[in-house]
């Protein structure tokens, strides 16, 4: 079984994560980390903190020697590098809860008398060590020739026009786009929306995919409802702060189709049987179909606007403006990086669970095995 606890506020020492049931075996390095880190942080839209930190950097603790996994718990540390600075500072968040964040719930649900409390755990930065964790998922899963990549197909309504492209395509697309967008016309209208709101002291939201090539049919089960794989990624991407909406492949226009428009028809090619489209995203009955699984998300703007909305003082109460708490404008692009890391940590506890096995050979022996059988 394979799993992951993170422990951390945004504000504290630093953020850690314990991975168990990680196969001996595998090859990894703190590079193979902190690369996809880097992606998660240096993007546009976001602000200023993101600059004081300047660049994530994971440790990794323990569950490795000479460079390769032993089978013991994998401990990941990432240092916040503002710490000093912010130990001594006093909240700015008080009594005023900002509306669309977790302040208001947090402090009636736990009965906290500061806000901060609330923050500093519900904050996004947390998912700074999730992408950690999915960095060392998607290392596993390479091994199986298993690809994975996310990218923004819009911010402020400016949309990517590129479709169907390949994991190595959307790949290169994005490495030189500010926004992990594959379109360079739609990126610089979103690079120009980012900017209006930054101006106007507002925040922006998007769509962001995650595309996954390869993952081996079965992936997931059918025969209970917490075993569906389609449920075990919406609650790995709806997780992510901000994201509130999500599709597999094209769900929300299959929705207003007909069945005939919808369903993808099988047929042979060579002696292999396969689908005609990919409409129904790379998952069919709750269990991987072969095809490369699509995953759309939808993600709000931030709640935090230099322009702030109404609010009240929990202690007065008394009517007033929402704290400014930080200044990312946009972070859908770093979402994107987030997202592809939960969907990899998803495959990779899947993919353990059908070819398991207690080290990386063990596994191998058993996916090819089961690789062999179904083509027979």
Request: aromatic residues 6%; glycine residues 10%; proline residues 4%.
């Amino acid at each position: 079984m394979l799993r992951f606890l993170t422990a951390g506020e945004s504000h504290g020492q630093g953020l850690s994560a314990i991975i168990e049931g990680l196969p001996a075996g595998l090859a990894i390095s703190e590079e193979d980390i902190n690369s996809l880190l880097e992606r998660r942080q240096c993007c546009y839209g976001r602000g200023a903190r993101m600059k004081k930190i300047e660049k994530d950097r994971a440790r990794i603790i323990s569950g490795v020697r000479h460079g390769v996994t032993i089978g013991s718990p994998l401990a990941l540390y990432i240092e916040n590098k503002d710490w000093a600075a912010r130990r001594s500072t006093a909240s700015k968040s008080g009594h005023i809860p900002r509306p669309g964040h977790a302040d208001l719930a947090g402090v009636t649900k736990y009965r906290f008398g500061d806000i901060q409390d609330v923050i500093e755990r519900a904050s996004a930065r947390e998912t700074a060590i999730r992408t950690a964790v999915g960095a060392v998922a998607k290392r596993f899963l390479a091994e199986f020739g298993i690809e994975i990549i996310g990218h923004v197909v819009a911010i402020g309504g400016k949309f990517s026009r590129r479709r169907k492209l390949t994991v190595p395509q959307i790949r290169h697309a994005i490495s030189t786009s500010p926004v992990y967008c594959a379109d360079p016309m739609a990126a610089r209208a979103m690079c120009r929306q980012i900017d209006r709101a930054r101006q106007d002291g507002d925040t922006l939201g998007g769509v962001f995919e995650v595309v996954l090539a390869d993952a081996p049919v079965g992936l997931g089960s059918y025969v209970h409802w917490d075993r569906k794989i389609d449920g075990r990624l919406a609650q790995a991407v709806l997780s992510i702060p901000s994201v509130k909406g999500m599709e597999f492949g094209a769900a929300i226009r299959n929705a207003g189709r007909p069945g005939s428009m919808v369903h993808d028809e099988i047929t042979i090619s060579g002696e292999n049987v396969v689908r005609m489209s990919n409409r129904a995203g790379g998952l069919e009955g709750g269990v991987t179909n072969g095809e490369h699984i699509v995953i759309r998300g939808f993600a709000k703007p931030i709640s935090s606007l230099r322009t702030p909305l109404r609010s009240v003082n929990l202690r007065s109460k008394k009517a007033t403006r929402a704290p400014y708490v930080r200044s990312d404008v946009c972070v859908v692009p770093a979402i994107s990086v987030i997202a592809e890391a939960m969907v990899a940590w998803v495959i990779a506890e899947c993919f353990v669970e059908k070819f398991g096995g207690d080290s990386m050979s063990e596994i191998r022996d058993n996916h090819t095995r089961a690789v062999h059988h179904i083509h027979g």
